[in-house]
């Protein structure tokens, strides 16, 4: 248990469908971010959010749209995806600073049809 | 070329040997971390260092930053340890949360 919670852990949806994932983390960390791990490729950074602020938006396709209500939950809201958006999707949180170090949560494993 | 480059990219162990994971990388950084991920998706963080030594139990994680160079190893292993590890960097030059991560190594440890 790292402190971090995603849910749904699976989630299988069409090209049309709209569906959001969700974070929440326990820790009191100030700074969360989303990851995208593809089969055999190096996790990408996606969003990151400090102080509920998003700072650094990774050319993310629009499809994609992240929002931070406060600095415990963090959602990313999919919409009109594509087959190649297939993937891991980790949340992760830290204390922002330099060299923090991240905790992430178990990832939803995302399919699209 | 990725910046961050991991070997082996897989390794079957029998368990109690002694285990290398390497992490080479090509810019200058301000800190390494070595990440743990089980099947399942999860990522646990063992290491983050930017100088020298440090262990935890049968893990040791080393870094030389002049030949840009990081080594995990495994001590006695066990069939538990089967996992990916992960290399990610922070570029000196990088500001905010920015890490390079490695292609991982897909580790198996055989009873």
């Known amino acids: 248990e790292t402190g971090v919670t995603q849910t749904p852990r699976h989630l299988v949806m069409g090209m049309t469908n709209k569906k959001s994932l969700k974070c929440e983390q326990h820790?009191?960390?100030?700074?969360m971010y989303w990851y995208k791990q593809s089969a055999k490729k190096p996790l990408e950074l996606m969003f990151v959010?400090?102080?509920?602020?998003?700072?650094e938006n990774n050319s993310v396709p629009s499809r994609f749209s992240p929002e931070c209500p406060n600095s415990s939950h963090l959602f990313l809201h999919l919409h009109t995806l594509q087959p190649e958006d297939s993937a891991l999707y980790l949340c992760?949180?830290?204390?922002?600073?330099?060299?923090?170090?991240?905790?992430f949560g178990s990832g939803t494993q995302l399919s699209v049809l | 070329k990725n910046e961050v480059e991991q070997s082996p990219q897989n390794l079957t162990a029998q368990e109690g040997e002694f285990i290398t994971i390497n992490c080479s990388y090509s810019v200058g950084i301000s800190a390494l971390h070595w990440l743990q991920q089980h099947p399942g998706g999860g990522i646990v963080s063992l290491f983050m260092l930017s100088s020298g030594k440090k262990k935890h139990g049968r893990l040791i994680a080393t870094i030389n930053i002049q030949e840009k160079h990081s080594s995990l190893h495994i001590t006695a292993s066990h069939p538990r340890d089967s996992a990916v590890y992960i290399c990610a960097v922070r570029s000196e030059e990088t500001s905010g949360s920015r890490l390079t991560f490695g292609e991982g190594t897909q580790l198996t440890v055989n009873p």
């Open positions: 959010y400090n102080f509920k602020e998003q700072t």
């Open positions: 992760a949180s830290s204390q922002a600073g330099h060299n923090e170090k991240l905790f």
């Open positions: 820790l009191g960390h100030n700074a």
